[in-house]
């Protein structure tokens, strides 16, 4: 029990309420797009600001139980699994039904094929063989939207390791091996807009700097500056820059890419 307290303590303690708003600022943008709203045409980059979050959040819990000495993937996987999989399966529990009832029978079967992948988490690889994210079938798919909880899923099952074979280096030179992955999947990500926008899209390699992003900013550990002031402007520039991508972006917009 005692330990069960220290835990919550520890995890009240670390909780930030900025973070749990820039959620909601990722979030609501995917809705509206998807909604059609009209001035969210760029809405889908929702999804990259959560890569980003989940990068810094994921980078700066492992490097911390890191520096302490205390790091278990075995445990890191198990918060995993009871974080993720209850909503997820309560998801598709209620979509399986519905699809059930409503859906004629081809339409039922590539449900069926894309519920397969969701639960292997493999999902962004099947939309991926199916077409385009912005075209009209793609956007009644029913489970379309867990292709990005698919590549987060890949991520874990890599970058935990990486980290764990680099736990004994000097913080600079782990920093210099995130960078190394952020610039070879923008890299990746800039050629794939031009020569293979899908699989840029959907897959891991092409994504992957986004959540390394975060992670820089978790590794690095950068001073909060002093003044409010600047604080608050600085906080007011990146609220301006997703504002331009949200409302500026459109489906025609080469992405992710630079």
């Known amino acids: 029990m005692m330990e069960n307290q220290n835990r919550a303590e520890a995890a009240a303690s670390h909780y930030r309420p900025d973070i749990d708003g820039l959620r909601a600022v990722a979030v609501l943008p995917v809705v509206f797009y998807h909604y059609q709203i009209a001035p969210f045409t760029g809405g889908f980059v929702g999804v990259d600001i959560f890569f980003v979050i989940s990068g810094f959040l994921i980078t700066s819990l492992i490097y911390a ?3 302490k000495g205390n790091f278990s993937i075995v445990r890191f996987y198990e918060r995993r699994v009871r974080r993720i999989f209850p909503a ?3 998801v598709l529990i209620v979509a399986t039904v519905l699809a059930v009832l409503i859906l004629f029978p081809e339409d039922l079967r590539k449900f069926a094929m894309s519920l397969a992948a969701t639960t292997l988490f493999a999902s962004n690889f099947e939309f991926w063989h199916e077409a385009g994210y912005f075209d009209t079938a793609a956007a009644v798919k029913p489970l379309l939207h867990t292709w990005s909880l698919a590549v987060e899923e890949q991520f874990y099952l890599i970058y935990p390791a990486v980290l764990f ?3 004994g ?4 030179w782990l920093l210099v091996a995130v960078c190394c992955i952020l610039v070879l999947s923008f890299a990746e990500s800039v050629w794939g807009v031009a020569y293979s926008p899908s699989s840029t899209f959907y897959l891991l390699p092409a994504r992957m700097w986004e959540l390394m992003l975060g992670a820089v900013l978790a590794i690095g550990q950068f001073q909060v500056p002093k003044s409010g002031r600047v604080s608050i402007i600085a906080a007011f520039v990146g609220i301006a820059f ?3 991508a949200i409302f500026g972006f459109t489906a025609a917009t080469p992405f992710p890419g630079p």
């Not at 280096?169 to 600079?172: D, E, Q, T």
């Open 242 to 244: 997703i504002g331009i």
């Open 165 to 167: 074979l680099l736990r």
């Open 169 to 172: 280096a000097a913080k600079r």
């Open 65 to 67: 139980e890191m520096q």
């Open 88 to 90: 997820l399966f309560a």
